[in-house]
């Protein structure tokens, strides 16, 4: 695993950052709290080498909201967990 994103929710945005093993950024990116915003980080996610066999893992603060559903919604299996807000956050991976 070499990709990592971290999103920062709020309620009518979300910033969501792509980081290197070593901390290093690799992409930034403001999205809505839309469609339109889930499909620009699936983009994203799918340009740093997102797949079914090889998932990007993401971290969220929050276990609420369109985004987490719709990520949650997805086909493939596993878990990010961070408690460091004191809910548990995951995204299926």
Request: charged residues 25%; hydrophobic residues 40%.
């Amino acid at each position: 695993m070499d990709v990592f994103c971290g999103i920062d929710r709020a309620e009518d945005h979300h910033d969501v950052a792509l980081v290197d093993r070593d901390g290093g950024l690799l992409a930034r990116l403001r999205i809505t709290d839309d469609a339109a915003g889930l499909a620009r980080l699936l983009e994203l996610l799918a340009g740093h080498g997102d797949s079914p066999e090889g998932p990007v893992p993401v971290a969220i603060e929050t276990p609420r909201g369109l985004l987490v559903a719709c990520l949650g919604a997805c086909q493939m299996a596993g878990c990010v967990q961070d408690h460091s807000s004191g809910e548990g956050v995951h995204r299926c991976l």
